[in-house]
């Protein structure tokens, strides 16, 4: 079955970094596109980007861009995002996603999510 | 762009529970469905529109129509009480998902 599993709890200070890794098993890890959606406390969902682990093509969210990178490893079917210059509304559990098997447009497969808290 | 749903939606077991989902985008693009339990990942419940994947029960169905896509849960249960959101995508690879719906079951 599909499965992706993310890295632990993070703390980090304003203007610091952040790297959340997310480890795929159970399908073919390059023919699916893996999505980054963030949920701040008590908030809605908030899609960041994507990166399709064939090519290492990216297609980042305007409000990430030049502060979000995604890259994978498909050597240990593993993405990573990093998220930098944090402030503290990047508080928020970070989802790694896998984009969908049935039409392409949807993300059929979560991860458990990690949280990553930014305070001083 | 964005994706408007209403912030909550109540209904009575065994009633039908409709939520919306208005975006221009959605003239030319699918809708897709979200089901988020608290403290936990969300769920895909509805793909394109009015699919359902495999796991998903039946008194879940879908529909699109112009600007507005819509989730109907019918016959609706206690465990059904979650948070929806609706997302949909442009051509260009761009993601974008509504702002929720708290569905809360009296």
């Known amino acids: 079955q599909v499965q992706l599993v993310q890295s632990g709890t993070e703390v980090r200070k304003p203007g610091a970094s952040v790297k959340v890794s997310c480890k795929a098993s159970?399908?073919?890890?390059?023919?699916?596109?893996i999505h980054w959606v963030r949920q701040a406390p008590g908030q809605g969902l908030e899609w960041m980007g994507w990166?399709?682990?064939?090519?290492?093509?990216?297609k980042y969210s305007k409000k990430f861009q030049g502060r979000v990178t995604m890259t994978r490893d498909t050597s240990i079917s593993t993405a990573h995002m990093e998220l930098s210059s944090l402030r503290s509304d990047d508080t928020a559990v970070y989802y790694c996603?896998?984009?969908?098997?049935?039409?392409?447009?949807?993300?059929?497969?979560w991860g458990q999510g990690t949280l990553v808290t930014v305070s001083s | 762009y964005e994706l408007t749903q209403p912030p909550s939606v109540s209904v009575s077991p065994g009633q039908t529970a409709r939520i919306t989902c208005s975006g221009d985008?959605?003239?030319?693009?699918?809708v897709y469905w979200y089901q988020q339990k608290p403290g936990q990942a969300p769920v895909l419940v509805i793909y394109?529109?009015?699919e359902r994947p495999s796991g998903t029960p039946e008194r879940f169905s879908g529909s699109s129509s112009g600007t507005t896509g819509t989730l109907t849960i019918s016959g609706v249960q206690a465990e059904d009480e979650a948070d929806f959101y609706c997302?949909?995508?442009?051509?260009?690879?761009?993601?974008?998902f509504g702002s929720g719906t708290k569905v809360t079951v009296l």
């Open positions: 985008a959605l003239a030319n693009q699918h």
């Open positions: 990166i399709y682990p064939h090519s290492g093509a990216t």
């Open positions: 996603a896998r984009g969908g098997a049935y039409s392409g447009y949807e993300i059929d497969s």
């Open positions: 159970g399908y073919t890890f390059i023919a699916f596109y």
């Open positions: 394109k529109d009015s």
């Open positions: 997302q949909s995508a442009d051509n260009r690879g761009t993601y974008v």
